[in-house]
């Protein structure tokens, strides 16, 4: 059975490294629209520029754009099948509103569980400071909290842990700012619907995903 998850919460909260983890073991895609914009980089298209230089001051990318590049990778097999985990989409009420026509028409479903993992600017802030990423398998560490064996070098792959050039602290705060104005309103738009689920965040990673792991499941079983 597919099942359509939205996972929403701050720059920070865990939403890239709690998908990978719960995608691994639900068996659920997961999308994660600002990984889909950062692979637009190796094109030399005067979209995939315009889409590099708003990420780089931490504005949001247009919203046509977002639900095109979003459509693109929901309409594949996998989706249709499984479903998906939706990582930073939708951050705008417009977004949210395309998602709802998107899965009613594509699939005839509508997102099942909202989960939200949220975290103060302070925390935030801290953890993205230390965020390290594999720039071949995507996966996410920190110099502290979830470090790799070796330092700098990738686990699984062995190649060199980058930092995220939008992850400079004055251009997180305004990737929060724009959380609290935009996004944070989703919130009220999921409770009203019924399917919202808060986490805790502010927790060990591994003591939050068999919380998420259980929101899901529960949802998905109706
Ligand atoms: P995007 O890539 O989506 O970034 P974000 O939403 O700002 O979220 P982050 O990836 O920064 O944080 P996260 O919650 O995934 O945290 P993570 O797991 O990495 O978007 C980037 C840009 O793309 C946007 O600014 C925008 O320009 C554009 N964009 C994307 N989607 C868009 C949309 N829909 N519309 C318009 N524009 C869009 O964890 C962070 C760090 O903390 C890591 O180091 C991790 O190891 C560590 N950590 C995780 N959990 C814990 C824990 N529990 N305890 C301690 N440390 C932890």
């Not at 930073?88 to 951050?91: D, K, T």
């Not at 070796?150 to 792959?157: A, L, R």
């Given at each position: 059975m597919a099942t359509y998850v939205v996972l929403l919460g701050?720059?920070?909260?865990g939403k890239g490294t709690q998908a990978e983890l719960i995608s691994a073991e639900l068996g659920i895609p997961h999308i994660s629209t600002g990984d889909l914009f950062r692979a637009m980089k190796t094109q030399d298209t005067p979209l995939a520029r315009r889409v590099q230089a708003i990420m780089a001051t931490g504005a949001l990318v247009d919203d046509a754009t977002t639900v095109e590049v979003l459509k693109e990778r929901l309409v594949q097999p996998d989706c249709r099948e499984r479903g998906a985990l939706l990582d930073?989409?939708?951050?705008t009420q417009p977004q949210a509103e395309a998602l709802d026509r998107l899965l009613a028409e594509?699939?005839?479903?509508?997102?099942d569980v909202a989960v939200l993992l949220d975290v103060s600017e302070e925390e935030a802030v801290r953890r993205i400071s230390g965020r390290r990423v594999c720039p071949e398998c995507h996966r996410i560490y920190h110099v502290e909290d979830n470090p790799p064996r070796?330092?700098?070098?990738?686990?699984?792959?062995g190649a060199e842990l980058i930092q995220r050039p939008d992850d400079r602290p004055e251009v997180v705060k305004e990737r929060y700012r724009l959380y609290l104005d935009k996004t944070a309103p989703l919130i009220d738009y999921y409770r009203q619907k019924g399917v919202l689920r808060e986490v805790?965040?502010?927790?060990?990673i591994e003591m939050i995903t068999p919380d998420l792991v259980k929101a899901i499941r529960a949802y998905a079983a109706g």
């Open positions: 701050p720059p920070g909260a930073g989409f939708p951050r594509e699939f005839g479903a509508q997102v070796q330092p700098g070098i990738c686990d699984d792959d805790d965040a502010c927790r060990p």
